[in-house]
Each structure stands twice: as structure tokens, then as C-alpha cells.
């Protein structure tokens, strides 16, 4: 089976974005590969995070990737932070990486221009830490979204480099392309992406919002002047509207068009509603069956961290020997 490896910040409420652009397409890649799903806890510190909030947005999100249906016995589920060689081969990479290429990234230069008053060294070198958490597990495949493809990129540099230098070490990753790639956009402002970072919380959906919230956001959400339930590049809040309506449903664009081809926008806006509602109800209640449960959601995370170290360390003791650290004894 080809390894595949993915992870999700811990640094808000996962919204319907996250949800139908990687945690359930996750869940469909469980039988036909042997996965990895972290929880990149040390990636989340590269901007301030409250330490009680982190831990619980933490937990909070295992509890999650597990109510959405990712099998703990076909995956290995873990905290990053629990799994010191993520840490160790990122600082023996960071050697082996460029300033240069480094000030590139676009994602650098996003969250320093965001977060002036705090661009640490972390930032600077998150996909460093990234490509570590990849290349350790000599990961063939890595569901990645469109901001994520230039993280990929130098994983694949930095792995090649290494690899020339010291002959084969890493496998040299590929971006795992999704069927449907989902991008939701934001409610109240759709020309630009639903993040869990966003601090207006009519843009995003959370996938734990109450029924009734869900209801108001959806009635809230931004439409346009004409009165057509269609897809159009005119129409971008429809447009994400009836996406999101598709994506939950399973319905296809042109039957979705013909379902609300004479609804106004009101009844429209209630179908989107009720449907999301109905798609997360279940998980819902399986997040409060789990948090309910914090024996078996401990056991979980204990037994992933120990199967992903033993993993890391065959690649990281290999690493060690080839930069010349004396061996341990
Ligand atoms: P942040 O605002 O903190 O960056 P985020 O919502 O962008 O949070 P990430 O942790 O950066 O979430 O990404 C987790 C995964 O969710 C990635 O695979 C990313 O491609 C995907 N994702 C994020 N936002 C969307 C969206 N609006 N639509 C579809 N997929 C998304
Ligand atoms: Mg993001």
C-alpha cells in the first residue's frame, strides 16, 4: 500500500471548508492507503496561541477526525508534539535548507504581513518542520490544497538535495490530487476562502455549530441582486451556495439547478441550511459520544504516537548516521 501523510493545524473550530475539502475526503482514502493523520500542534505555535486553548483546540480536534469516521485501527492518529522525531530531523533539514528559498514562500510572507509583531524564526521555517513531518515516513502521497502546493515543492527540493548529497534516504513525495477538489468559500464574503482563522464567525461554518446557528448563518449568508439559483462567475455567493448544497447532498450541479430553478432565495437558502444540518448531526452526536469517552480517546492517541515514532526513528537513525553523528551505544 503507498503511505500517505496529512495533518490539520489546531489553531480553531474546524469549519465546513476543512470538512468537505480534506477531513471527508480523508475518510475515503482510509482502506486504499496506509494513512497518517496528524495533528500539527507545533506548527500552531508559529503564531500565539493560548496554552489552554491549544491543548483543548487539540484534543478537540482528534475528537473530531474521529467522529468523522477516521479509523483509528486503519490509521495512525497523533499529536506531532508526541513524536520528538519530527523536531529532531526538522532541525537536521534546516541545515540542509536555503534562506533563500525559504523567503520565497508565499504563506511566509501572508502570516508575517498578518502577524508583524510576531515573525519569529518558527514561521520563517515551517516548511522545514513540514517537510520533516512528510519525508519521515517516506510518505508517497500528500493530500495537499492549493496552499499547500508550494510547501510540497520544497519538500520535494530539500528530500532530492539530501538524497544527492548523501545518496537515497527519503522517498521523494507527490501531491495526492482529490476527484472533487472543494473549496468553500466565506459566507458573508465569498471571493475569498472560509478559514478557521477568520474572527468574523458569520464566514465560516464550524462543523460543531448548533442547528440554529447553522440555520441564521445560511440565512444570512451573502447573495446577489438577481433572483436566479445558478451557478456563475457573477454569482459567487449562489454559486458557493449551491456547492456547498452539492458537496453534502451528493446531488449534481445541473440537478441542483433544477431543484431551485423557481425557489426564491429564502426557501433556497433554508434547503442549504437543513442539508448541512442534516450532514452534521450525526457527527455531532458522535463528538459527544467521544468526549464522553476520554479513556478510549487517550488510548488512541497514546498507541498513534507510539506506532508513528517507531516509523520516524528507522528513517531518523539512518539520517543521524549519514550526516555523521557518533553512533549511541
Ligand atoms: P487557517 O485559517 O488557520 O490557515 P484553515 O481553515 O485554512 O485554517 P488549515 O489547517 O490551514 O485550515 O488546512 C487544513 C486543511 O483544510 C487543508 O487540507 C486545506 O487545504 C483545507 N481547507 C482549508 N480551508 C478550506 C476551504 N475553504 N475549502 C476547502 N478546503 C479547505
Ligand atoms: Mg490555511
Same mark, same amino acid.
Not at 166 to 171: E, G, L, Q, R
Given at each position: 500500500?503507498?503511505?500517505?501523510?496529512?495533518?490539520?493545524?489546531?489553531?480553531?473550530?474546524?469549519?465546513?471548508?476543512?470538512?468537505?475539502?480534506?477531513?471527508?475526503?480523508?475518510?475515503?482514502?482510509?482502506?486504499?492507503?496506509?494513512?497518517?493523520?496528524?495533528?500539527?500542534?507545533?506548527?500552531?505555535?508559529?503564531?500565539?496561541?493560548?496554552?489552554?486553548?491549544? +491543548?483543548?483546540? !487539540?484534543?478537540?480536534?482528534?475528537?473530531? /477526525?474521529?467522529?468523522?469516521?477516521?479509523? @483509528? #485501527?486503519?490509521? &495512525?492518529?497523533?499529536?506531532?508534539?508526541?513524536?520528538?522525531?519530527?523536531?529532531?530531523?526538522?532541525?537536521?533539514?534546516?541545515?540542509?535548507?536555503?534562506?533563500?528559498?525559504?523567503?520565497?514562500?508565499?504563506?511566509?510572507?501572508?502570516?508575517?504581513?498578518?502577524?508583524?509583531?510576531?515573525?519569529?524564526?518558527?514561521?520563517?521555517?515551517?516548511?522545514?518542520?513540514?517537510?520533516?513531518?512528510?519525508?519521515?515516513?517516506?510518505?508517497?502521497?500528500?493530500?495537499?490544497?492549493?496552499?499547500?502546493?508550494?510547501?510540497?515543492?520544497?519538500? +520535494?527540493?530539500? !528530500?532530492?538535495?539530501?538524497?544527492?548529497? /548523501?545518496?537515497?534516504?527519503?522517498?521523494? @513525495? #507527490?501531491?495526492? &490530487?482529490?476527484?472533487?477538489?472543494?473549496?468553500?468559500?466565506?459566507?458573508?464574503?465569498?471571493?475569498?476562502?472560509?478559514?478557521?482563522?477568520?474572527?468574523?464567525?458569520?464566514?465560516?461554518?464550524?462543523?460543531?455549530?448548533?442547528?440554529?446557528?447553522?440555520?441564521?448563518?445560511?440565512?444570512?449568508?451573502?447573495?446577489?441582486?438577481?433572483?436566479?439559483?445558478?451557478?456563475?462567475?457573477?454569482?459567487?455567493?449562489?454559486?458557493?451556495?449551491?456547492?456547498?448544497?452539492?458537496?453534502?447532498?451528493?446531488?449534481?450541479?445541473?440537478?441542483?439547478?433544477?431543484?431551485?430553478?423557481?425557489?426564491?432565495?429564502?426557501?433556497?437558502?433554508?434547503?442549504?441550511?437543513?442539508?448541512?444540518?442534516?450532514?452534521?448531526?450525526?457527527?455531532?452526536?458522535?463528538?459527544?459520544?467521544?468526549?464522553?469517552?476520554?479513556?478510549?480517546?487517550?488510548?488512541?492517541?497514546?498507541?498513534?504516537?507510539?506506532?508513528?515514532?517507531?516509523?520516524?526513528?528507522?528513517?531518523?537513525?539512518?539520517?543521524?548516521?549519514?550526516?555523521?553523528?557518533?553512533?549511541?551505544?
Amino acid at each position: 500500500k503507498k503511505r500517505i501523510f496529512s495533518g490539520m493545524q489546531p489553531s480553531g473550530l474546524i469549519t465546513l471548508g476543512n470538512y468537505l475539502g480534506a477531513l471527508n475526503n480523508w475518510t475515503k482514502l482510509q482502506d486504499d492507503y496506509d494513512c497518517l493523520y496528524c495533528i500539527v500542534d507545533m506548527h500552531a505555535i508559529t503564531v500565539r496561541q493560548d496554552p489552554q486553548k491549544l +491543548r483543548k483546540q !487539540a484534543r478537540d480536534l482528534l475528537t473530531q /477526525y474521529l467522529a468523522v469516521g477516521l479509523d @483509528p #485501527e486503519k490509521n &495512525i492518529i497523533y499529536y506531532q508534539s508526541h513524536v520528538s522525531q519530527h523536531a529532531e530531523l526538522s532541525w537536521i533539514l534546516n541545515c540542509y535548507t536555503y534562506m533563500g528559498e525559504l523567503s520565497r514562500m508565499t504563506q511566509f510572507k501572508d502570516k508575517s504581513a498578518k502577524h508583524a509583531d510576531n515573525i519569529n524564526a518558527g514561521l520563517f521555517t515551517y516548511p522545514v518542520l513540514m517537510a520533516a513531518d512528510i519525508l519521515l515516513y517516506q510518505t508517497d502521497l500528500v493530500p495537499v490544497g492549493e496552499d499547500q502546493r508550494q510547501h510540497l515543492e520544497i519538500t +520535494r527540493d530539500i !528530500a532530492m538535495r539530501f538524497n544527492g548529497i /548523501y545518496s537515497d534516504t527519503f522517498k521523494i @513525495p #507527490e501531491a495526492y &490530487i482529490g476527484k472533487v477538489g472543494a473549496k468553500i468559500m466565506a459566507l458573508q464574503e465569498p471571493t475569498k476562502k472560509m478559514s478557521k482563522s477568520d474572527e468574523n464567525q458569520n464566514n465560516t461554518i464550524a462543523l460543531l455549530d448548533e442547528p440554529s446557528v447553522i440555520m441564521n448563518k445560511f440565512k444570512r449568508a451573502m447573495t446577489d441582486s438577481d433572483n436566479q439559483v445558478r451557478f456563475g462567475e457573477d454569482k459567487p455567493g449562489i454559486s458557493n451556495l449551491l456547492g456547498i448544497y452539492c458537496a453534502v447532498t451528493g446531488v449534481s450541479p445541473e440537478a441542483a439547478e433544477r431543484e431551485f430553478a423557481n425557489a426564491g432565495y429564502g426557501t433556497f437558502k433554508t434547503s442549504v441550511g437543513e442539508a448541512v444540518v442534516a450532514k452534521l448531526e450525526p457527527i455531532q452526536k458522535r463528538v459527544k459520544e467521544l468526549e464522553a469517552n476520554k479513556d478510549y480517546l487517550d488510548s488512541v492517541i497514546k498507541s498513534g504516537g507510539e506506532k508513528a515514532g517507531r516509523i520516524a526513528e528507522r528513517t531518523l537513525s539512518k539520517v543521524q548516521k549519514k550526516v555523521g553523528f557518533p553512533v549511541k551505544i
